[in-house]
């Protein structure tokens, strides 16, 4: 399988702040990863895929980026809508499988 | 609007099977595929499988191969997870997607079924 490794598993940020969160593939995914935010009670919900593709509806402060087999979301002017636990998925292999998630709590 | 509504909670006893059921609808439901995501109590994410609007065919997590069955009811829009042989550690909140293609990710997401596992 191959495996996503997220980091940090949590942070503590301000309104207003820059977050950056990063996640690190086992091999070359071509590509091949998704971002989701996921808040308690609720779905996952989308926000990058292809890497650094936005999805619709989303924020433009919310941007990924890639170098080789590593990943980056990056959420700038954060706001409080924005605490969450943050997720990256590879759906180059089978089984697709996600980083561990980031937790983004207010400091 | 693309909705996808699930099927509700459930009980079941270890080595029981359960069924949840995930009916779409506000597109074509042929053009598109659904995967299944579980999350445990404290737990991430974890991808189960994905099945073919269009064909049926499926792709399977193999840690998951012998005990889950994904299938469709074109009629219906709707997709199916059964799950058997069920374990303490199955507990999990079950959630389908809509998956246009592997690069896209899953774009519209049910709201979530709780399946608890305990005698």
């Known amino acids: 399988d191959i495996q996503m490794t997220q980091s940090p598993s949590s942070l503590s940020a301000s309104i207003g702040d820059k977050v950056t969160i990063t996640c690190r593939a086992t091999?070359?995914?071509?590509?091949?990863l998704n971002w989701y935010q996921h808040k308690p009670g609720t779905a996952p919900k989308l926000l990058v895929h292809g890497a650094s593709s936005l999805q619709d509806g989303v924020p433009s402060r919310f941007s990924g980026s890639e170098s080789g087999t590593d990943f980056t979301l990056t959420i700038i002017d954060l706001q409080p809508e924005d605490f969450a636990i943050y997720y990256c998925?590879?759906?180059?292999?089978?089984?697709?499988?996600f980083g561990q998630g980031t937790k983004v709590e207010i400091k | 609007q693309v909705q996808l509504v699930q099927s509700g909670g459930e009980v079941k006893k270890p080595g029981a099977s359960v069924k949840v059921s995930c009916k779409t609808s506000?597109?074509?439901?042929?053009?598109?595929?659904i995967s299944w995501v579980r999350q445990a109590p404290g737990q991430g994410l974890e991808w189960m499988g994905w099945?073919?609007?269009?064909?049926?065919?499926?792709n399977d997590a193999y840690k998951f191969q012998g005990r889950v069955t994904l299938t469709t009811d074109t009629s219906t829009s709707t997709a199916y997870l059964e799950l058997k042989s069920l374990r303490s550690d199955d507990t999990a909140v079950y959630y389908c997607?809509?998956?246009?293609?592997?690069?896209?990710?899953?774009?519209?997401w049910g709201q979530g079924t709780l399946v608890t596992v305990s005698s």
């Open positions: 998925q590879q759906s180059y292999g089978t089984p697709q499988t």
């Open positions: 997607a809509r998956d246009e293609n592997a690069y896209n990710g899953q774009d519209y």
């Open positions: 091999q070359n995914i071509f590509s091949y």
């Open positions: 506000g597109y074509t439901f042929s053009k598109y595929g």
């Open positions: 099945i073919s609007g269009f064909s049926g065919h499926t």
